[in-house]
Nanobody
Framework: QVQLVESGGGLGQAGGSLRLACTAS????????MGWFRQAPGKEREFVAT????????YYVDSVKGRFIISRDNAKNTVYLQMNSLKPEDTAVYYC????????????????WGQGTQVTVSS
């Protein structure tokens, strides 16, 4: 079992930055690929970024490439999402998730989820 807790959400301004963190319980965090997803009101949950268990490989949805950076610190059981050049369309609840096998972009490939943290970007 892996329990995930997100933090760092809140209100940001367009063009500004926010950093999300997701801390995992348990000793097997470093075995999991980690992902960030987001869900805006009335929309489907959307893949944002993922990072391989060893931190070497990352992948992003096109809409955040060049603006968001996913990283992890396995010693701290934490994955981060640095969000720069924020846009109002980044407003959503952001979820982190853990995936043992796929390093994927589909929500169904992830085994464990956090409760989500709200990010609101004002124009």
């Amino acid at each position: 079992q892996v329990q995930l807790v997100e933090s760092g959400g809140g209100l940001g301004q367009a063009g500004g930055s926010l950093r999300l963190a997701c801390t995992a319980s348990g000793r097997t965090f470093s075995s999991y690929h980690m992902g960030w997803f987001r869900q805006a009101p009335g929309k489907e949950r959307e893949f944002v970024a993922t990072i391989r268990w060893n931190g070497i490989n990352t992948y992003y949805v096109d809409s955040v490439k060049g603006r968001f950076i996913i990283s992890r610190d396995n010693a701290k059981n934490t994955v981060y999402l640095q969000m720069n050049s924020l846009k109002p369309e980044d407003t959503a609840v952001y979820y982190c998730a853990a995936d043992r096998y796929y390093f994927g972009t589909r929500a169904g490939e992830y085994d464990y989820w956090g409760q989500g943290t709200q990010v609101t970007v004002s124009s």
